[in-house]
């Protein structure tokens, strides 16, 4: 359902939708929305596999056909970015000179740059982090407003806690959301925007399971605050950022376009997990993998939910109803053909999404690693199944 597509020009899979963003509505109240029926986005037409210059031939060859890494040149049209380390954020921030995809990543050592195709990255800030366990520099996420504002959020392991910071170009990153505890273990969180203005932050559980279902406690969590740290208006508990409770390790967070489904992967001391957010215990498991492939970001299509994995190559597929409910098995893609082993995922549209590999944290790196791509749908919405 899902493949790699090498593309030259990102905006052509983005039309409508890269040039510009639309403007997020303002902050609303945390509560059962009704469902919608699911509209499909723009289908591309997507260039050949390969596209050579000018006065070479094969246009329309096989993605085997591309030449392989040279240093840090990536001849795949699909990536946008090379020679990264361990990435574990990315989000879109526009388009670039030439109409492709702009964006900002993280690396988890504690670097957020922005990056745009054939250009070395942009450093925005760098970030004192703690790598010793499985924390460090392991979220982002964009302001609502981030066409005006510029800001942008991370989420950050420190000498002495778990924390969001707020960056603005040229400024010191400020801390807004401190105090999320931090242990030898389950130190990871993720960063994503509701939708609606506010900002979703799942935290880990510090090695310590007791803390997760402990109401008083930052530590495996769902929070929903403001872009100044405060509890967001409309959340279950007035004056408390918690909306749900119960994580151990969360590995990535993504909202549906029309902000109906929030979803949240984790790994668990049984199995890696996916669960659908609600107020109250996470406790009903969407999709569980005993396997353990390492589930990390997501993005929800309107038909289907899309998730990366760390542990394993490539992508698994969800095939997703209206109310969001699986109908089937994951289908995996990308295992053979891909970009290897992926970490953060962020959707640009119901059609594509932008990507991070971590491949340089145990997989097989190429001289380009570590990479950001964009990964686009075989058969668009709706379309199911391989051509």
Known sequence: MVRSVVLLAAACLLAGGCASFPEEPPPTSWSAQPQLTPQAGPKPELPGEFRPTPGEQGRGQTPQSIPPPQGCKDFSPAVIATCLTTVTGVAPIGADANGG????????????????????????????????????????????????????????????????????????????????????????????????????????????????ADPNSLAGKVLRIDGSGKPAQGNPTAGSAVVSSGLRLPGGLCVSADAQKIWVTDWTAAADVVYRVAPGKLSEVAWNWPDKPGVMGCSSYSDMLTVTTSKTPGLQSLAMNATGAFTGKP?????????????????????????????????????????????????????????
Do not use: C, H, W
Request: glycine residues 14%.
């Open 101 to 212: 995809v702009a964006a900002y990543a993280t690396e988890r050592g504690g670097r957020l740059v922005k990056v745009t195709k054939d250009v070395d990255p942009v450093v925005i800030a760098q970030i004192e982090t703690d790598t010793s366990s499985d924390g460090g520099l392991t979220g982002l996420a964009l302001s609502a407003t981030f066409a005006e504002d510029q800001l942008a959020y991370v989420y950050v392991t420190t000498a002495t806690d778990n924390r969001v910071l707020r960056i603005a170009p040229g400024d010191t990153p400020k801390p807004i959301l401190t105090g999320i505890p931090k242990g030898p273990s389950g130190n990871r969180g993720v960063l994503a925007s509701d939708r609606r203005g506010s900002l979703l932050v799942a935290t880990g559980d510090a090695g310590n399971p007791a803390l997760a």
């Open 331 to 387: 289908e995996l893609t990308m295992q053979e053909d891909g970009f290897g082993r992926l970490g953060p995922m962020e959707m640009l549209n119901d059609t594509a999404s932008l990507v991070g590999t971590v491949n340089k944290a145990g997989g097989q790196p190429v001289s380009s690693d570590d990479r950001v791509a964009i990964v686009v749908r075989e058969g668009g919405p709706g379309g199911g199944g391989k051509d």
